[in-house]
């Protein structure tokens, strides 16, 4: 069982920069991949950024290539999403993810954090 709680988000203008962070518990946090999503109101959830169990491999939305990027820190079990030029459509409930194995672009994980809001005002 693993349990995700992220953090750091908040109200940011248009073009500023926010860093996300996801906390796992547990003792096996290398072995899963780590996945961030995002819901807007109204909107279905969608993939934003996965990172491997390494930390070597990376995929990312193609809305925000170039501006996320998706990091991990084995030691600390945290995952971080760090956002930069941030834009109103980026307004979203973000969440983290993890499961065994693979990165995956699709909604297969194992574990879902409660997620964390991210407002961007113009």
């Known amino acids: 069982q693993v349990q995700l709680v992220e953090s750091g988000g908040g109200l940011v203008q248009a073009g500023g920069s926010l860093r996300l962070s996801c906390a796992a518990s547990?003792?096996?946090?290398?072995?899963?991949?780590m996945g961030w999503f995002r819901q807007a109101p109204g909107k279905d959830r969608e993939f934003v950024a996965t990172?491997?169990?390494?930390?070597?491999?990376?995929n990312y939305a193609d809305s925000v290539k170039g501006r996320f990027t998706i990091s991990r820190d084995n030691a600390k079990n945290t995952v971080y999403l760090q956002m930069n030029s941030l834009k109103p459509e980026d307004t979203a409930v973000y969440y983290c993810?993890?499961?065994?194995?693979?990165?995956?672009?699709?909604?297969?994980?194992?574990?879902w954090g409660q997620g964390t809001q991210v407002t961007v005002s113009s």
């Open positions: 993810a993890a499961r065994g194995g693979a990165m995956s672009t699709t909604f297969v994980y194992d574990y």
């Open positions: 990172i491997s169990t390494s930390g070597l491999y990376t």
């Open positions: 547990g003792r096996t946090f290398r072995t899963y991949a």
